[in-house]
């Protein structure tokens, strides 16, 4: 069995479903071909094949009526008996349809030509309607190709059982050998949705969009509102012209060579069977990995190349029956096999709930009227030009191209399809405030509407607008305790406020600036027309502690050159007054970060070295305001200490690009404490600068693996905040190689380790983490090479447990990826994947345990080899040293 799934690319659980979808496409196929191979003679030996373009215009018209039905019946019955119940119905046509051929109705030849293409149509339509309810996207990718031989060996099959009938019953009597066949499939349908539907896709064919598909004109205009949805339309309705030309060029040909009923069937039924058998052998041997291994982006492109170099052969050898066998050959080879598969796939980005009707209209109209448009225009080459198969021909060269072109759009909005499945819509953004002219009558209510919201910008905006227009009454005292501290500070300064009530504020607010603030208008007020210094100098003398600390905040931020030695003077009464174990050091040691003064340093470097911790805290905090660089070479140091790591980076981020220079030079030193570079990475993640990025890209190559990690991040949240910055391809390419392999190492050794889970192992436990890890740290870095949304979105799918986006993923890398990236990448973010390295015994692996740099990784496999979890293997534990 093992082997069986190795050679159809089947998972374990996988073959049920695929067999009955195999045997179901069989069994359909098989029943059209029989019905195909009697149409053909029958027409051909009563009408010129000249006439088919006649036809291929009532096909058209006769689908429109019988598909519009379908549309109505399907958005009312459940999937399980509208296809039933449609196989039924077709049997009960047949015995008619004989009827009325044995009884040599004339018009009987063209109603069962064009009652053969719509069951052609529904009946193969229907297979792979199932096949989507049955497969998420990456299993149809793997199993499609699969499906489709089945339909190619049912041309195989119907095509010589065809043959063989038809020299002993004739062709008339060939009809009725579909029954029994069809009979068989109503079975194998029942089996396959009551029993492998996916969860969310059971149900009824338009249970779940029953507004828009209750009618053609509802699922059409789902169509004409989605343009990728418009660009599948085109493409199979440019394929359809082009099929029905071949078609019909070698049926012209049949019919000058043959010239008996029975003769035309036994030819057309034998030549299809034998190249449906050879493209069988080749669909199965290979198909399955061309489509996963191409993907839709050059499998598109197979059809129609392969078409128009059998219409130029056929071009150059007019009439001659070899020639014509090259040009169906190509068509009907590829098109139910590779080409059937990747259209298939097409259809698979879109919405369950619209997909059955969608595919219903495009499959059953669109390609259908397709026809009729052929139809008209062979009319006008054949009976109004008067141009023969050479004409012809030329027609089919020209869709073609046009084929080729809408193949080329169609695999760039694909990729965008599939991308929606797992990329959440975009929020919705607020309007931008637009310039408002107040008048009076609207003034005060628009601007109370806009000081009342929590949004910070908003309201500062309206206070700058109430100040514009001389309106400061507007600006109520409830805004001075605004939970934003600019809006406070704001306020402060705006507000009709008295100088009680702005010192009540310094007394109570938290924030050293917002105190600042209202101390400065003070001083404004008190200046009589002086510099609102000489106002402030009056509180440096206050027994308030918060009114002096604002003051003197008020003075660094707000004078221009205050005196020498006035703030170094008026800390060095704060801490003569304060004892050492005082809790206000705390409030000093805030507001000392709005002091960005050089008086100030000193007392700001004996409290960034103080034994209370929260004071400690506070100072460190207060380090990146203040933004001296004198104290730089005491933060960094303190990096290595776990209780003040994340305050250091959080204050050398306020510092900005000033201090690059130094952290670029620490994260080089590999001499350097280990933690202290751990940490620099996450502090240059808030510098969006190129200078930045180039650091942590040297990083990426470190010897030290957390530091990968944290540099990784880093650069994830630079490419978020800055899209334009340049990140090395190359670099990170690099880096997303090893980590691949490395991963997909640990996956390989985890399975031949431990078949099977439940060992408690600690090596086990680490191969699953550094797996989960390797997985986390490949789509980090992918955030670099694809747009940042897409990657994290792809990052978010992955980590749900949801089937159908887990599988969206995949494709779309697997769509967009380069070839060499891909093969590594794949395998590691699908867990059934299989990867190309090499195969390693349980010996060699563990020798490479015991000799990896990762110290835990060699303790882990020396625990596991002493608790003689492999006996053959138990001698080596002794090298572990």
């Not at 199932?130 to 996207?137: H, I, P, T």
């Not at 139809?375 to 030329?394: D, E, K």
């Not at 507007?474 to 009680?500: F, G, N, Q």
């Amino acid at each position: 069995m093992n082997r069986l799934r190795k050679i159809c690319n089947l998972d374990r659980g996988e073959e049920a479903p695929a067999f009955l979808l195999f045997a179901y496409l069989t069994l359909a196929l098989t029943s059209y071909m029989i019905i195909k191979a009697v149409r053909e003679g029958i027409f051909l030996h009563a009408f010129s094949a000249l006439a088919l373009p006649y036809v291929y215009i009532g096909i058209a018209v006769g689908t429109g009526f019988v598909v519009a039905a379908y549309i109505r019946i399907s958005s009312r019955l459940r999937q399980a008996r509208l296809i039933s119940g449609t196989l039924l119905f077709f049997i009960g046509n047949l015995f008619v349809l004989w009827l009325l051929v044995r009884a040599q109705w004339t018009p009987a030849p063209w109603i069962f030509y064009v009652w053969a293409s719509i069951f052609g149509i529904i009946v193969t339509t229907q297979v792979w309607t199932v096949a989507n309810c049955v497969l998420d996207l990456r299993q149809a990718k793997r199993i499609f190709p699969l499906i489709s031989s089945g339909g190619i060996l049912g041309g195989a099959l119907g095509g010589l059982i065809a043959a063989r009938l038809v020299k002993l019953i004739g062709t008339d009597n060939l009809m009725l050998a579909p029954i029994p066949l069809l009979l068989v499939a109503v079975v194998v349908v029942q089996v396959l949705i009551r029993r492998h539907s996916l969860p969310s896709r059971a149900g009824s064919a338009g249970i779940n969009d029953r507004a828009a598909a209750f009618s053609f004109f509802g699922v059409a205009r789902k169509i004409a509102s989605s343009p990728y949805l418009k660009l599948i339309v085109g493409l199979l309705a440019v394929s359809a012209i082009v099929t029905q030309n071949v078609g019909l060029q070698f049926l012209v040909v049949v019919q000058n060579v043959f010239h008996s009923k029975d003769s035309i069937t036994a030819f057309i039924a034998s030549f299809l069977a034998y190249l449906a058998f050879g493209a069988f052998l080749l669909q199965v041997i290979a198909g399955s990995r061309i489509v996963e291994r191409f993907g839709i982006r050059l499998t598109l492109f197979f059809l129609p190349v392969a078409v128009l170099m059998g219409t130029v052969t056929l071009l150059a050898f007019p009439l001659a029956l070899w020639a014509a066998g090259v040009l169906k050959g190509s068509d009907y080879t590829l098109r139910y096999s590779l080409d059937r598969a990747t259209t298939e796939l097409l259809y698979v980005p879109v919405p369950q709930g619209i997909k059955s009707q969608v595919k219903a209209i495009i499959d059953m109209i669109v390609q259908r009227f397709a026809d009729g448009v052929g139809g008209l225009i062979l009319v006008f080459v054949t009976r109004v030009l008067h141009q023969g198969q050479a004409g012809v021909c030329w027609f089919s060269i020209c869709a073609l191209s046009v084929w080729l072109w809408m193949a080329w759009r169609t695999r760039g909005a694909y990729r965008k399809e599939v991308a929606k499945i797992f990329i959440p819509g975009p929020e919705p953004l607020p309007a931008p405030i637009l310039p408002v002219v107040f008048s009076e009558e609207v003034s005060l209510a628009t601007l109370k509407s806009m000081l009342g919201s929590r949004d910070e910008e908003l309201v500062l905006s309206a206070m700058d607008m109430a100040a514009a227009l001389r309106r400061p009454g507007w600006i109520t005292r409830e805004l001075t305790m605004h939970a934003s501290p600019r809006v406070r500070a704001k306020a402060l300064e705006l507000a009709p406020l008295t100088e009680d009530e702005l010192l009540e504020r310094v007394k109570q607010d938290d924030d050293s600036l917002v105190r600042a603030s209202a101390i400065l208008r003070v001083a404004r007020k008190t200046a009589s027309g002086e510099r609102p210094g000489s106002g402030l100098r009056r509180f440096l003398d206050s027994p308030d502690l918060r009114l002096r600390l604002a003051a003197l905040v008020g003075l660094a931020r707000f004078e221009s050159s205050p005196a020498d030695g006035t703030i170094k003077k008026a800390l060095e009464r704060i801490a003569a007054e304060l004892p050492p174990d005082s809790s206000a050091w705390k409030e000093v040691a805030e507001a000392l970060g709005d002091i960005p003064h050089r008086e100030a340093v000193d007392l700001h470097l004996r409290l960034l070295q103080h034994s209370n911790p929260s004071v400690k805290k506070a100072a460190i905090l207060s380090a990146g305001r203040a933004g001296r660089r004198e104290f730089v070479p005491l933060l960094l140091p303190m990096l290595s200490d776990p209780r003040w790591a994340a305050d250091i980076r959080l204050c050398l981020r306020e510092y900005g690009p000033r201090i690059m220079g130094t952290l670029a030079d620490i994260l080089k030193d590999p001499a350097e404490d280990a933690e202290i570079r751990r940490s620099i990475p996450l502090v240059l993640a808030y510098f969006p600068q190129q200078e930045s990025v180039d650091v942590l890209l040297d990083s990426l190559f470190d010897y030290d693996g957390l530091l990968r990690y944290r540099a990784i991040r880093s650069l994830g949240k630079l490419r978020l905040i800055d899209p334009d910055l340049h990140f090395d391809r190359q670099k990170v390419g690099l880096r997303l190689r090893e980590e691949s392999e490395n991963t997909l190492w640990c996956r390989r050794a985890l399975e031949a380790l431990y078949p099977t889970d439940g060992s408690n192992d600690l090596l086990e436990r680490l191969l699953k983490d550094k797996i989960s890890r390797g997985k986390d740290r490949v789509f980090r870095l992918l955030a670099l090479l694809l747009p940042p949304t897409t990657a994290i979105s792809a990052l978010l799918a992955m980590a749900e447990d949801d089937r159908v986006k887990r599988a969206a993923v995949a494709e779309f890398l697997d769509d967009v990826l380069p070839g060499r990236m891909r093969d590594l990448v794949l395998p590691v973010i699908e867990p059934k994947a299989r990867s190309a390295g090499p195969r390693q015994t349980v010996e060699q692996i563990l020798e490479a345990c015991l000799h990896n740099p990762d110290q835990i990784l060699r303790e882990c496999t020396a625990d596991a080899l002493a608790r003689n979890r492999w006996p053959a293997y138990s001698g080596r534990r002794a090298t572990v040293a």
